[in-house]
């Protein structure tokens, strides 16, 4: 089968018609991994949906292929979101697609380097703020509202749109829903859009629900604290957000799965990043390993005792996104002379 996009793919359960030009870098169709070591410690089926695999790396690119064709569409010349870092640099290679302006603001210094890299050669205007997120967000909302200029963040509702498609994938992988499906919170925007898309798909093609899990970083958790984090901390940077846009309807997403909405702290985060990488072979950002260490703290406190069938995490961002966190805190090469005695010595023979 052939592979052009997921709005070829899902036209049928999207918001577009004959008029709607498609700007597609051929998103979506990521892929759908076993996790053998997971599965084993926890004694269900968990899958990773490796969404770092798509065009620019990340999931955003599903809700924003959608957002720039309907902006295309309303013959929009030009795009502005607030950014963790993803978003903008999805924003700036499909508007570059459809010949749009982008304007982007993100929190300065606290952006991967591979992020703020490709919204540069992407030739977005990027400007950093003095502040966090949510401040970036508060602006551009003030700005797009009076400006004819759209907004890209996952307010608009055709991100959601183009999001519910990765929920689809993977009942079309499984042939139904998973028991579980886990996954890391800031805005709050792809909780609210999968849990769109299992409803969705379950009314037509009767796939069966998960119950959500969804996971913030434990000094950034404005859900799980029931209150706005004026200053929200954490080594995972794409959910660094104290007061996320899509707050009511993450907690619908939480109460009508039966599923919950927890914390993990940044040692928790680093550690699934790593057994990631070591023990399944997947790179990811540490955001997305949020979704695996939420998991890892359920088994451990006993939540899946007793339960059966599968639970998918998604990983929202590939890795290369943020390789300073490795070099600068995990590890570094062993450098040795040039000599056949000098490595084998290093290595152990
Ligand atoms: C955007 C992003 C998130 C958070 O998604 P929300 O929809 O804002 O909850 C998590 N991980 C990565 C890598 C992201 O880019």
Known sequence: MKWEGLIAQYRDFLPVTDKTPVITLRE????????????QKIGLDVYLKH???????????????????????????????????????????????????????????NIALGKLAQAMIHSAHVIAIRGNFDEALTLVKD???????????????????????????????????????????GNAGNITAYWKGYKEYHQIKKTGLPRMLGFQAAKSAPIVDGHIIDKPETI????????????????????????????????????????????EGVFVEPASAASVAGVLKLHNANFFHGQKGSIVCTLTGHGLKDPNLVINNIAQPVVVEPTLQSILKEIGI
């Open 236 to 279: 995972a940077t794409a959910i660094r957000i104290g007061n996320p846009a899509s707050w009511k309807s993450a907690e619908a997403a939480r109460d009508e799965s039966q599923g919950l909405i927890d914390k993990v702290t940044d040692e928790e985060i680093l550690d699934a990043y790593k057994l990631l990488a070591q023990k």
């Open 143 to 185: 700005i797009t509202s009076k400006y004819p200029i759209e907004l890209v963040n996952s307010l608009n509702p055709f991100r959601i749109e183009g999001q519910k498609t990765a929920a689809f994938e993977i009942c079309d992988f499984l042939q139904h829903a998973p028991t579980f499906h886990a996954i890391p919170v």
């Open 51 to 109: 969404e770092g695999t798509n065009p620019t790396g990340s999931f955003k690119d599903r809700g924003m292929t959608m957002a720039i064709s309907k902006a295309a569409e309303k013959k929009a010349v030009a795009v502005m979101c607030a950014s963790t870092g993803n978003t903008s640099a999805s924003a700036a290679a499909y508007a570059a697609r459809a010949k749009m302006k982008c304007i982007v603001l993100i929190p300065d210094g």
């Open 28 to 39: 979506g169709n990521t892929p759908f991994i076993h996790a053998p070591f997971l599965s």
